[in-house]
């Protein structure tokens, strides 16, 4: 089984909703720290959401009360609900793990470790 993999990208009109899936091994659900990494060509890898073991999230200010990042413990599933997505939020999304981390706390602009990633999944937002 792989560590990571995505789910749920599509192509959404600005406004819209989508919701990714991340299902995760059992080792890796346990990191202490896992969340959401986007890259739009041309860009850096940046942080979008992040959550620990203990349910605290964190959120990059481009998608702050957007986004919700959440677990399902029971299915081992990192999830992200994307709501009033805009034309910029076009990106491959890649759910991340990251067992080292002693902070989970979200950097703008910044990718701490998270060497455990997901092959990625498309999201366009285009009218």
């Known amino acids: 089984q792989a560590q990571l993999e995505e789910s749920g990208g599509g192509s959404v009109q600005p406004g819209g909703s989508l919701r990714l899936s991340c299902t995760a091994s059992?080792?890796?659900?346990?990191?202490?720290?896992m969340g959401w990494l986007r890259q739009s060509p041309g860009k850096e890898l940046e942080p979008v959401a992040q959550i620990d073991s203990d349910g605290h999230s964190y959120y990059a200010s481009a998608v702050k009360g957007r986004f919700t990042i959440s677990k399902d413990n029971a299915k081992k599933l990192l999830l992200l609900q994307m709501d009033s997505l805009e034309p910029e939020d076009t990106a491959t999304y890649y759910c991340?793990?990251?067992?080292?981390?002693?902070?989970?706390?979200?950097?703008?602009?910044?990718?701490?470790?998270?060497?455990?990633r997901g092959q990625g999944t498309q999201v366009t937002v285009s009218s």
């Open positions: 991340a793990a990251d067992s080292t981390l002693i902070d989970c706390t979200l950097v703008d602009g910044y990718v701490f470790g998270f060497d455990v």
């Open positions: 059992t080792d890796t659900y346990r990191s202490y720290c």
